[in-house]
């Protein structure tokens, strides 16, 4: 059971020698040890009356006091973040996030995400999701940026989860891809599963619990020396779909940091010149195009995201010094 975030104890045999930290973490395990740290830092945390350092080692009798801050709520706080709508009605709205945004609170990201900028912006959104999610019925990746759909209904957000369930919406992403490719259009159906030990990460896997069937479709749109532009198609909706698919075919997803190796391309690298401008400093990865049926009027409803202007400069640049002339997908 977890001990309160204001409380004293006292340092018994079994806790001598342990760090400060440590010892707060077995006694507040709803707390992250990079909070307890921070804490620590702070003086929120005090032993025999006096702050002291995160490696601080405690002897026998010491009394450590603590009066951490309180954890944040799981509602999203309000926040006036600018959004791009590019639908809206009575019981939907459609958004082009930008990317660096992440959708909804979690660990590590409690403000400044999509779910804080709905909560201001409008003042009914289902609640299917939970109070943490309201009207969220799908998600991008925090690098991705594009077209997502938010729910101002219940009964609009079971509508549209149920086409989501049912794959029946039509998804076209926009992605830039290191290498090239020899075939104009293929699918990729290689099944997708968490990584055997890396856990931020999925990866090609049979056979696990975790294993699941995932198939996308990829077309060449332009062909530039040592890059591709592709249009992706995710006829399923695995976590990291399109950017596990493309590694695995030997094209990654541009500046895809954890499939790819690397964050960011400079103005240089493309030019071959020392230009150290940086380019683009996220995945080359756009939600460009949903197609669904209107979850109340039942009517067919396609939301276009135009391409984000880090993108549009990489291509310029592409164009410019990489083009592969008479050559396109």
Known sequence: MAVPDRLQLVVTDSFVGTRLDVFLARHCPNRSRVQLRRAITEGCVQVDGKRTKV???????????WSLPELPSDVPLPEDIPLDILFEDDHLVAINKPPAMVVHPSKGHWGGTLANALAHHFSRLSHVGGPSRPGIVHRLDRDTSGVIVVAKTDQAHRALAAQWESRTIEKEYIAVVAGLLDRDRDIVDRPIGMHPYQREKMAIRAGHSTTRAARTFYEVTERFRGFTLLRLVPHTGRTHQLRVH????????????????????????????????????????????????????????????????????????????????????
Not at 265 to 294: F, K, N
């Open 55 to 65: 490696a601080y080692r405690l002897t026998l009798g010491q009394t450590v006091q």
């Open 246 to 329: 493309m590694a695995h075919i030997g094209c990654p997803v541009l500046c895809d940091r954890l499939y790819g190796g690397r964050s960011q391309i400079t103005v240089g690298e493309i030019r071959c010149s020392p230009d150290a401008t940086v380019l683009l400093a996220r995945q080359a990865l756009h939600a460009r195009r949903l197609q669904l049926l209107h979850p109340v009027t039942n009517q067919p409803l396609e939301l276009l995201a135009p391409l984000p202007a880090d993108i549009e400069c990489l291509l310029s640049e592409l164009r410019q010094w990489r083009r592969v002339h008479g050559n396109t997908g």
